[in-house]
């Protein structure tokens, strides 16, 4: 991603009752369903979040990383941003400025490249943003 | 009955970038083709544009066709996906692929759309258990001929014969010019350089791309160099993109595949100062569609977003749509 596509949207970054809630771009051109989603890291001021910890929210649906890959028929859509919801009290306050990172791959189902293997893309950035 | 040549138009993956940074809705991206005359012909990718997509519903086909009518465009091909690795653990079984098409033929008939593009990977079996599907939709299934794919490839050789065997005018090909490329755009390169990918590994990779090794063997040759050089995984998804979407098969290739073609896609990825297209010869390829008689639709297909984000998407098609016209009337 570069200057005018952005991995992390600058206005979804905020403060929730139990933790924090992010919201991310789709860097490819379809929309894919979100069992394409192979790994997805997320970290808050240089310090990784446990997975456990990460909810997906998604065409009003709110979806564990477990869940999200059986979730074959859930599809996110090109122009649609997916929450991303951290549980975790107390370690962002609205108004406070934090360096978050997210990096993920997406398996494009459709694109082989030899037997069963099928082309996996990463993409990542890090970003500082004021929690709203 | 005079010849009237290739049908022009568009396809609105040309701007994946005006779409992806949302400045566009798919009303202002369709109104703009028809404004600066880039058509007749419009066509979608399903999982692009329609955000109910595979099923459309009743309302999105209604304005998507009301829309179309306004704007004095003809709907040409709906490009629609199998996305046969949607499960981590397994592929998807002959009868479930049949039934994730069967689903985008449906949503291809109820938006007008005469032609649905799939991969060509599905093979024989699936094409022939979806041609009396494509029958009763009235709506044409054509495999996609994309680079790595060529002529002569066993695959594209097997769903021939199933064609010819079959006999039904429901199922196609839809040729890519992406088969047929000079070389690699230098973007294409530009971009891995950025990367960090070391300049005698792009060699090596430029080497890979031109020599005649099967495509599997280049996938392999290609990641030895690159574990060889020390590259890190992520930059490994671009570095396969060096064979999965710039294919050098011979032009003359074409002639035997055009009685098959129900659309074709134009590809490019930039129309130079000089109204060229340096990576593919697109000369070559137009007097061959001309002297074989094709009449069917092709769309501009501008792919140029692979190397750069700037929303220059509609210049592009423009420079296409001249530089097509031109060689067609030589």
Redo the contacts between chains.
Sequence with gaps: M????RLIDPDGFAATDDGFRLSI??NW?????I??L?TLKVSLDGQPIAPEAVRLELNGKVLSLAEA?DA?EE?W????SLGIRVAGAGQVKTGESHEVAVEYAL????????S?R?????S?ETATCVAG | MTHTGPVLGTTLYSFTNEWQQRLFTLEGLVEKVAALGLGPGVEVVGFQSFRDFPDVSDETARAFRALLDRCGLIPSCLSGNSDVGRRKDRLMTHDEIVAYVERQLISAQKLGFPVLRIQAFVGPKVMEALAPIAERCGVQVAGELHSPLSADHPEVVALRECYDRVGSPYLGFVPDFSCTMNTAPEGHWQTLRADGAPEALIDEAKAIWHDDRPIPAKFGALAEAAARHGVAERLMGRINRSITMFGHAPVAQWAELLPYARHIHGKYYQVDATGNEPAIPYAEIMALLKREGYSGTISAEWEGQAFVEDAIGFEQAQAWHAMCRRLLSA
């Design positions: 570069g200057a005018n596509l771009r789709l051109y379809r929309s894919l369903a069992s394409c192979e890959e074959v599809y859509f090109v122009q649609d398996r494009f189902p459709y694109i082989a490249i030899g069963g099928f082309l996996v893309n990463v990542a």
